[in-house]
């Protein structure tokens, strides 16, 4: 028996290496023997679809459903948009193997392609909500396809021409509007730099007026004054906006605006004027950030964008707004639709995330729990489940509250300019959050296959970090939140009058009280889970107030009063966008017709509330639920996860994304990775 083993052995290991020497055929018609081996079972085969998914996108989407369609179709037609076939699928998607020139030029061709096909077709020359909402649903689309090319078109048309739209008056309209939309010229927005970012108000750049030549003059007086992150400003921008420290007659009137040109019509750099590149990003790199220095740069009188403030020939600053606070308030108007497209496209890539990630794990399978039984696919592990369909649920709930933001945005009026911009502020940092954490547990829930640049969850997660830091850092946004609501509070008490506006009316009625002993029924209801928010609210704006107070009755100043006081500030922010984005899902909930679409939002909607109350902290330190009320808040987001699992597939292909600008991963994974798929 020894002697046959030895024998047996000899000869496997005999045929092993005649293997490795014999060579294969120069054209093998296959690598692989047919066997039993794993196969690609799409999802719709057994799941179900209880819901009009379409019903649901257009609660989702909101607005311009055909518009966003078409210009989808656009997208996935040209070749400028890098189609590739994967899996026997259309996808498209940058190619992101490119060198970063490559990519600039290739963002460029893009928007050259948009502007050819009418894309941009009133953005800056149409007026009114109509026109407003269509040029966002088209940004929020082309963002789908690439947030380098949302980008590059955001700081032209949102920033440069939002500028001149709103901070300057007709004269500057009338010249420079049309020729931005037809990108005659190229702006960008000279704003940051080096030593300055979100503290605007300490920018160093100077600009002095000269009233012989009814000229403005533009330096850079130091290193750290240099305009930094400037997006267009490397390659490919014509003009920008200058913002700097106005001096007038020897009195600096604080931080505005003016235009001046950086490039000639032939693509040189202007005299006075020096552009050094940023460089290499982790993401972003099809956009040409620079920066700018200034030396002596002279510029017509008429340059100054003086919607808020003039200075006239003879060198008089004039200005009907005399404070400065409220000066530099109006500046700084036009960063609001940057924070508004922000928030909303952070969620959309949230989606992307969520819809790839889900959709792998419908048809991925991995270990048995019997012996020799089939392997499980991953989203029935109760685990998996809890990784992405609360992620899931949120990205539902911060749809609401991003309709609700654009909506209001849209029919903006003077009065509501202080919502608009703590609403802003808040979903700005609440939502951009979300997408890094969401696109993080995607990819690692796609395991290897999410590292492949191709299958894009990775990758975004380079794409979209930045939006944590542009158009306002995000602890510094919700700084602001706090302050905001702080404001209010002080006054509402001052004048022992109600409190009325950012949401703040539920602190005039009675304190909500949470019952000891919380039941799934009790869980469920919506008006448990908005008392549960206002509750938390309301008593970390009271206990915020009351130890800003303490601060300066011991001889701190209010703004010191407030830093010290970081901790709370940072909790109320996110109770305050907690409690908004929840009250957006109930609107929404509420308006949808009775019936399985109704039923699901419900599940989601307790799912995000209670997700809300099991995350944050502040709801065990400070009382509001007791330690066996939060085990049974845990308990119900488990039992949710198990209800929300066969709607899994609905809720995805509900989220407005066509299956092109998805990834291979997110269907036929095998033939995506065949070896005729290698050959091709």
Not at 458 to 475: A, I, P, R, Y
């Amino acid at each position: 028996m020894a002697q046959e083993s030895s024998i047996n052995t000899a000869s496997r290991r005999t045929r092993i290496l005649n293997n490795h020497l014999v060579q294969f055929p120069s054209k093998p018609t296959s690598c692989l023997q047919s066997n039993s081996c794993l196969s690609y079972s799409p999802p719709e085969l057994t799941e179900s679809f209880d819901f009009d998914i379409n019903e649901m996108r257009k609660i989702l989407d909101f607005h311009n459903l055909e518009d966003r369609d078409w210009l989808f179709g656009v997208i996935k037609q040209a070749r400028v948009f890098n189609g590739k076939e994967r899996g026997g699928r259309l996808f498209v998607s940058p190619d992101y193997n490119q060198t970063m020139e490559q990519q600039r030029e290739m963002t460029m061709k893009r928007i050259e392609y948009l502007l050819e096909r009418g894309a941009f077709d009133g953005w800056l020359t149409k007026k009114g909500v109509e026109a407003e909402l269509k040029k966002l649903a088209l940004l929020e689309v082309i963002q789908i396809f690439d947030h380098s090319l949302a980008v590059k078109i955001g700081v032209h048309f949102f920033l440069w021409g939002g500028a001149i739209q709103f901070m300057g008056t007709k004269r500057h309209h009338d010249k420079w509007l049309r020729d931005t939309e037809t990108l005659a010229i190229k702006g960008c927005f000279s704003m940051t730099e080096l030593g300055h970012g979100s503290n605007v108000r300490g920018i160093e750049t100077v600009t002095t007026y000269d009233s012989k030549t009814g000229e403005f003059v533009i330096n850079t007086p130091c290193e750290s004054a240099q305009k930094y992150w400037i997006g267009g400003a490397a390659n490919h921008a014509t003009h920008t906006i200058v913002f700097s420290q106005l001096n007038i007659n020897g009195v600096n009137e604080g931080v505005h605006a003016l235009i001046a040109q950086i490039r000639d019509v032939n693509g040189n750099i202007c005299p006075n004027i020096c552009i050094a590149d940023c460089g290499h990003k982790i993401g972003l790199n099809g956009v040409d950030n620079g920066r700018i220095w200034f030396d002596n740069v002279r510029v017509p009188r008429e340059n100054l964008l003086n919607s808020v403030a003039d200075v006239s020939p003879d060198g008089q600053y004039l200005s009907a707004i005399k404070d400065r606070d409220q000066r530099f308030a109006a500046f700084l108007a036009p960063l609001t639709s940057g924070r508004v497209t922000i928030a909303t496209s952070a969620i959309y890539s949230a989606k992307i995330g969520l819809a790839i990630a889900i959709r792998y794990a419908l048809s991925r399978r991995a270990f048995s729990i019997t012996p020799n039984g089939p392997e499980v696919l991953l989203l029935d592990y109760p685990s998996h489940q809890r990784r992405l369909l609360p992620l899931l649920a949120k990205s539902y709930a911060m749809s609401f509250g991003g309709n609700y933001l654009k909506m209001m945005y849209v029919n903006r009026t003077p009065e509501a300019a202080k919502t608009l911009h703590v609403v802003s502020s808040a979903f700005k940092a609440i939502f951009t959050w979300h997408n890094m954490r969401t696109l993080q547990e995607c990819r690692e829930a796609c395991g290897g296959q999410g590292l492949k640049t191709e299958n894009r969850v990775g990758h975004l997660k380079g794409e979209f970090d930045v939006q944590s830091t542009f158009e306002g850092d995000n602890n510094v946004l919700m700084q602001q939140v706090s302050k905001a609501l702080l404001s209010e509070y002080v006054a509402a008490k001052k004048k022992n009058k109600p409190f009325k506006g950012l949401g703040l009316e539920h602190m005039n009625g009675p304190v909500p009280v949470i019952q000891s002993n919380l039941t799934s029924t009790t869980l469920r209801n919506s008006q448990f889970q908005m008392n549960a928010h206002c509750l938390r609210e309301r008593d970390l704006l009271n206990r915020f107030a009351a130890e800003v107070s303490l601060y300066q009755s011991k001889g701190e100043s209010k703004e010191r009063a407030f830093i010290l006081s970081y901790q709370l500030a940072e909790d109320l922010g996110r109770a305050f966008s907690d409690r908004a984005i929840l009250q957006t899902f109930i609107d929404a909930e509420a308006n949808a017709s009775a019936g399985s679409l109704k039923n699901v939002l419900g599940l989601l909607r307790s799912m995000y509330a209670l997700i809300c109350l099991e995350e944050d902290a502040a709801f065990l330190r400070y009382g509001y639920l007791s330690t066996d009320n939060a085990a049974a808040v845990r308990n119900e987001v488990t039992k949710l996860c198990g209800e929300l699992r066969p709607h899994a597939l609905a809720l995805v292909s509900s989220l407005g994304i066509p299956d092109a600008f998805l990834s291979p991963i997110a269907f036929n994974w095998i033939d995506a990775n065949s070896w005729s798929s290698v050959q091709k």
